[in-house]
């Protein structure tokens, strides 16, 4: 059997000893059988080459609860005072190498030199696309804040960022993150890896806040499977003031549902949460999938019109737009 490089502790409901998985649910992994018949299906559509970004440059400190989208699953979450960063991607490419892997297509949405203090930084896997050492190494230099990941991610991260500061958890543990705010770990139906021998050595999650200016529920990077966990986090943790949900990188359908939700998901896991409000993430930035930019946020559109909800209940987040939220009365 292999040995697990990233985290050794007893077996549970999701780890066999080696490796983390979802139980009960669709496998997520993938041979080379299948990658190739994807990639010979041809259905990818062309992406532009960029896309104009209005970057935004946000207050040092925010009493509330405010949202600044920087691009994929790169979210600064400003609340009480306290900010913090999801999954940070500042690279130009979702990828291990510099000269190949997807390219971003939009600029971020703020400038890195124009980032407030960063107190906290969530992780919620270890895929390139979620885990950019070379912006946390830089978010190190500049910030030292607290990195909070699920089990086996802070191996990685200790090995790239030297001094880093992680705290881990198990699902549906609660992390300490500073006075008055936490982050529970939540359950996704998922997979994580950084290189083909590691599949699944480390955990993914996602990151239920509980701050003084409101909840807000990052929710990682998840398949729909049977919906039991959306459920489960309604029951456990209540329903979030602000959901960031992702809705991109889901075609084809065939290869993908297991791992990524699209639109119509998206909106089926808002509902069963009970959401005030929610913004689509993981879309628009990095091509790593075939649907065409645009759809994610239009099917998303649809999916909120088809509920009978108010348009602005559950959008689809733009790079350097800046969504405020409040705590329900």
Sequence with gaps: MARNRYYQGPPSDHFDGTRFFNPGQPPTDRGLRDLIRWRLAGETARWPRSVPVTKARPAARVAGLRVTMVGHATLLIQAAGINILTD??????????????????????????????????????????????????????????????????????????PGARCVTGDWWDRLTLGEGIATTLTPAYHWANRWPSDVRMALWSGHHLATPAGTIWFVGDTGYGDGTIFGEVRARLGAPDLALIPIGAYAPRWFMAAQHVDPAEAVRICATVEARRALGIHWGTFQLTDEPREEPAAALAEAVAAQGWAADRFVAAVPGSVYEASARP
Excluded: K
Aim: net charge negative.
């Design 88 to 161: 940070p991607i500042w690279s130009p490419r979702a990828s291990p190498f510099r000269f190949a892997g997807p390219q971003r297509v939009t600029e971020p949405g703020i400038a890195f030199d124009d980032l407030p203090p960063i107190d906290v930084v969530l992780l919620s896997h270890c895929h390139y696309d979620h885990c950019d050492v070379a912006t946390l190494r830089r978010l190190q230099a500049a910030h030292a804040p607290l990195m909070a990941m699920p089990l086996g991610n802070d191996t990685i991260v200790r090995a790239a960022v």
